[in-house]
């Protein structure tokens, strides 16, 4: 059973979907690789009141570290990629090279490039961490912009 509810962000509405009670996705608007709404079930606050208390205390430089339970749907490479997600620390960057090189696969930093841009949890599974092999920031499903205010947030040199 699939619900969701939506909760404000510095970014706009973020869209927090659970499957049978466990997370399986955070949606900016207009994210690319963004679900259908109608797949996102009954809305419901109530699985998600830890998400969004986690998320606010993110937002408000309270936590640079998530603990909840959640579900990634996807390929097993995807799984792998978002798991080397979820090891790169708060205020750090790596580069979609790094990431293959630590699957093992460095010729793979494309198909990296495209797993990170279909990671369905943004923010608590930190694919704003990842940048090009110059340092430029390339590609964000939820637009390079909002990015580069991430990063900035999680540098110290931009607050909320």
């Known amino acids: ?4 509810t939506l909760i404000d962000s510095p970014y706009g509405p973020l869209t927090l979907v659970a499957t049978d009670g466990t997370l399986c996705g955070v949606y900016m608007t207009d994210q690319r690789h963004r679900p259908p709404e109608e ?9 998600f009141t830890e998400t969004a208390r986690q998320l606010d205390a993110y937002f408000a430089g309270e936590l640079t ?21 979820l090891r790169i620390p708060f205020g750090e960057t790596r580069t ?3 990431l ?3 699957l093992g696969n460095p010729a793979a930093s494309r198909a990296v490039g ?7 949890i943004s923010v608590i599974v930190p694919c ?6 110059n340092g430029n920031l390339t590609g964000y ?3 390079l912009p909002r990015k580069q205010r991430l990063l900035d947030f999680e540098r110290g040199s931009a607050l909320f």
């Not at 059973?1 to 969701?4: A, E, I, P, R």
């Not at 797949?39 to 699985?47: A, M």
């Not at 495209?114 to 369905?120: I, M, Q, V």
């Open 1 to 4: 059973m699939k619900q969701h």
């Open 39 to 47: 797949s996102f079930g009954d809305r419901d606050p109530g699985p």
């Open 65 to 85: 570290d998530f603990d909840l339970p959640f579900s990634l749907d996807g390929t097993p490479f995807q799984r792998s990629v978002w798991a080397q997600l």
């Open 96 to 98: 979609y090279g790094e």
């Open 100 to 102: 293959a090189e630590a």
């Open 114 to 120: 495209l797993a990170n841009g279909k990671n369905p």
């Open 128 to 133: 704003h961490r990842v940048i090009g092999a």
């Open 141 to 143: 499903g939820g637009g």
